[in-house]
C-alpha cells in the first residue's frame, strides 16, 4: 500500500449516524456524490450498521434501492458497509443460510468491502460471514472491537488478529467504536499489528473523548495503512475525527494522503447545509459535538450516553444518572468484561439501569441479559460471576458450541412467511431482519395506507464503527 494514508469516508453512515441518529436521506446525499467519487477515498462507508433499520423505520427508504443509487453514482470508489457477524443488521443470531444470502445481496448490489465484526471478539460468530464474502467477491475487513479491561490487552488483540488473517481476512480494523484507545497505545498497537499479521490494518475510532485526532496521527506514525475519518461538517464529538484536518496535517510528509482539500471544500460545502438543516428540524442535538471525558472513565461510547439517559428520563430518574454510569462497569465485570458495542453495550447499559432504579442489583433480569449469561451470543471474554448466572438462569445449561450451529436454516421459512408482501429476494431479508418494520414499509411502498408509528423507538446509535 506504499507509504501512503488512506483514508475511509464515513460522512454517509456512520457519521450522521452518530451525529443524527441515522436520519441523513439518499437525496441529501445524492448532490455530493459524484464529487466524492472523484476524491480518491480507500473507501467510502455508507451502508449497514443502523442505516438499514433506519432507512425503512423512518424514512421510508428501501435500503436495497439506497445501495443501488449509490453504487450508481459513485462508479470508481469502493463502497463499504459494517456488518455485525452471525447479527447480520440485526439483534440476534440468525442462521448461516440467512448470513449467506445476506452477503451474496449486498455484493451484487453495490457493496465492495464489508466490515465484520462480533461484540464479543469470538471469532465463531464471524466464520460465515467472512467465508461468504470472499465466495461471492467482497473484501473481507475483519474488525477487533477494541476495549480496555483485565482480559484485553495488547496481546489478546495481537493474537485475535492472527486468527483472523487465518481465517482469511483482506484486511484487519481495529475498531474503537468508544474513542478509548489512547494515542501512545494506538501507536504501540499498530507497531505490533504490524510486526505480526501481513494484511493492510485499518483504525476506526471517534471523537467523544476529544483524543481521536491524536489517536489518528499516532497510528498513522506506527504505519497504519487505513483510518476512518468524517467530512468536517459532521466529525468530532461523537463522530468520527475530521477529514480535512488529518489531510491537511499530513500534507507534504512521508504520510501525505494525496487527498485535495478543495475538492473535500467543495463536498463539506453540501454537506454543510445539511448538517443545519438537520439541527433545525432538531434531528441532530449539538450536545453530540462535545467533548465527554466520561467515556475514559466507563467506557461507555456517546450513543450509549444518551440512550442509558433516555431511559432514566422515561423513568423520572435523571438524577440516578452518574450512579447508572457508575454501575455499568460493575456488570460488565460480572458479565465475563464483553467490549462494549451493540448489542452488549445495550444489554450491560439496560441491567445498569434496572439495577440502580430496582435498589436490589439483579432483582430484575433482562431476557438479553440472560441470554448473555447463558452463551447464546457467544464466548464471553472473561469468566462470569457465577452467582449472578445462578440467580439470572437458575440451572438452564450454558452454550458452548457457536450458537450458529444450534439455529435450522430459516431461509425458505423468510420466504413462506413473505410470499404475498416480497417483490424480490431483498424483500425477503429485510423481512428476516426486522419483520415489523420491513411488512409496514412493503405496505406504503406498495401503495397501503401510511399508518402513524405505534411508538416511535429512536435507532441504537452507540455502534461507533
Known amino acids: 500500500m506504499a507509504n501512503k494514508l488512506f483514508i475511509t469516508d464515513t460522512i454517509l453512515r456512520d457519521a450522521h449516524q452518530s451525529q443524527a441518529a441515522t436520519r441523513m436521506r439518499i437525496e441529501d446525499m445524492i448532490p455530493a456524490l459524484e464529487i466524492l467519487d472523484s476524491v480518491g477515498y480507500w473507501s467510502l462507508e455508507c451502508w449497514g450498521g443502523a442505516t438499514f433499520d433506519a432507512c425503512m423505520r423512518f424514512l421510508n427508504e428501501d435500503p436495497w434501492e439506497r445501495l443501488r443509487t449509490l453504487k450508481k453514482h459513485m462508479p470508481n470508489t469502493k463502497l463499504q458497509m459494517l456488518f455485525r457477524g452471525q447479527n447480520i443488521l440485526g439483534y440476534k443470531h440468525y442462521a448461516d443460510d440467512v448470513v449467506?444470502?445476506?452477503?451474496?445481496?449486498?455484493?451484487?448490489?453495490?457493496?465492495?468491502?464489508?466490515?465484520?465484526?462480533?461484540?464479543?471478539?469470538?471469532?465463531?460468530?464471524?466464520?460465515?460471514?467472512?467465508?461468504?464474502?470472499?465466495?461471492?467477491?467482497?473484501?473481507?475487513?475483519?474488525?477487533?472491537?477494541?476495549?480496555?479491561?483485565?482480559?484485553?490487552?495488547?496481546?489478546?488483540?495481537?493474537?485475535?488478529?492472527?486468527?483472523?488473517?487465518?481465517?482469511?481476512?483482506?484486511?484487519?480494523?481495529i475498531k474503537d467504536m468508544a474513542n478509548i484507545l489512547l494515542p501512545y497505545d494506538?501507536?504501540?498497537?499498530?507497531?505490533?499489528?504490524?510486526?505480526?499479521?501481513?494484511?493492510?490494518?485499518?483504525?476506526?475510532?471517534?471523537?467523544?473523548?476529544?483524543?481521536?485526532?491524536m489517536t489518528n496521527l499516532m497510528a498513522a506514525q506506527a504505519g497504519?495503512?487505513?483510518?476512518?475519518?468524517?467530512?468536517?461538517?459532521?466529525?468530532?464529538?461523537?463522530?468520527?475525527?475530521?477529514?480535512?484536518?488529518?489531510?491537511?496535517?499530513?500534507?507534504g510528509t512521508e504520510r501525505d494522503t494525496g487527498l485535495d482539500l478543495g475538492k473535500l471544500s467543495e463536498a463539506a460545502s453540501h454537506f454543510r447545509k445539511?448538517?443545519?438543516?438537520?439541527?433545525?428540524?432538531?434531528?441532530?442535538?449539538?450536545?453530540?459535538?462535545?467533548?465527554?471525558?466520561?467515556?475514559?472513565?466507563?467506557?461507555?461510547?456517546?450513543?450509549?450516553?444518551?440512550?442509558?439517559?433516555?431511559?432514566?428520563?422515561?423513568?423520572?430518574?435523571?438524577?440516578?444518572?452518574?450512579?447508572?454510569?457508575?454501575?455499568?462497569?460493575k456488570v460488565r465485570e460480572d458479565f465475563g468484561y464483553p467490549p462494549l458495542v451493540t448489542p452488549t453495550s445495550q444489554i450491560v447499559g439496560t441491567q445498569a439501569v434496572l439495577n440502580v432504579l430496582s435498589g436490589e442489583r439483579y432483582k430484575m433480569v433482562t431476557k438479553e441479559s440472560k441470554g448473555l449469561l447463558k452463551g447464546e451470543y457467544g464466548q464471553l471474554p472473561a469468566p462470569v460471576n457465577e452467582e449472578v448466572r445462578k440467580k439470572a438462569i437458575g440451572d438452564e445449561e450454558v452454550i458452548t458450541c457457536r450458537p450458529a450451529d444450534l439455529l435450522k436454516p430459516e431461509l425458505e421459512?423468510?420466504?413462506?412467511?413473505?410470499?404475498?408482501i416480497a417483490k424480490s429476494e431483498e424483500d425477503v431479508l429485510s423481512y428476516a431482519l426486522f419483520p415489523q418494520v420491513a411488512s409496514k414499509f412493503f405496505d406504503i411502498r406498495d401503495g397501503g395506507a401510511k399508518t402513524e408509528e405505534d411508538t416511535v423507538r429512536e435507532i441504537f446509535v452507540d455502534d461507533r464503527s
Open 274 to 329: 445539511i448538517a443545519t438543516e438537520m439541527k433545525q428540524a432538531g434531528t441532530l442535538d449539538p450536545k453530540v459535538l462535545n467533548v465527554d471525558s466520561n467515556t475514559l472513565l466507563y467506557q461507555v461510547p456517546g450513543g450509549m450516553l444518551s440512550n442509558l439517559l433516555s431511559q432514566l428520563k422515561q423513568a423520572n430518574a435523571e438524577d440516578k444518572y452518574y450512579e447508572v454510569l457508575a454501575e455499568v462497569p
Open 413 to 420: 421459512a423468510y420466504r413462506e412467511e413473505t410470499k404475498d
Open 100 to 173: 449467506e444470502a445476506f452477503c451474496k445481496k449486498s455484493i451484487e448490489n453495490g457493496i465492495d468491502v464489508v466490515r465484520v465484526f462480533d461484540a464479543l471478539n469470538d471469532p465463531r460468530n464471524l466464520e460465515a460471514a467472512v467465508k461468504f464474502v470472499k465466495h461471492y467477491g467482497g473484501h473481507c475487513e475483519t474488525a477487533i472491537s477494541y476495549t480496555t479491561s483485565p482480559v484485553h490487552n495488547e496481546d489478546y488483540f495481537v493474537k485475535l488478529a492472527v486468527q483472523l488473517e487465518k481465517m482469511g481476512a483482506d484486511t484487519i480494523c
Open 224 to 251: 497504519v495503512d487505513i483510518v476512518d475519518c468524517a467530512l468536517s461538517p459532521m466529525a468530532n464529538g461523537t463522530s468520527n475525527p475530521s477529514t480535512e484536518s488529518l489531510v491537511a496535517t499530513l500534507k
Open 186 to 213: 494506538a501507536y504501540s498497537l499498530v507497531k505490533k499489528l504490524k510486526e505480526n499479521v501481513g494484511v493492510p490494518i485499518h483504525l476506526h475510532t471517534h471523537n467523544t473523548a476529544g483524543t481521536g485526532d
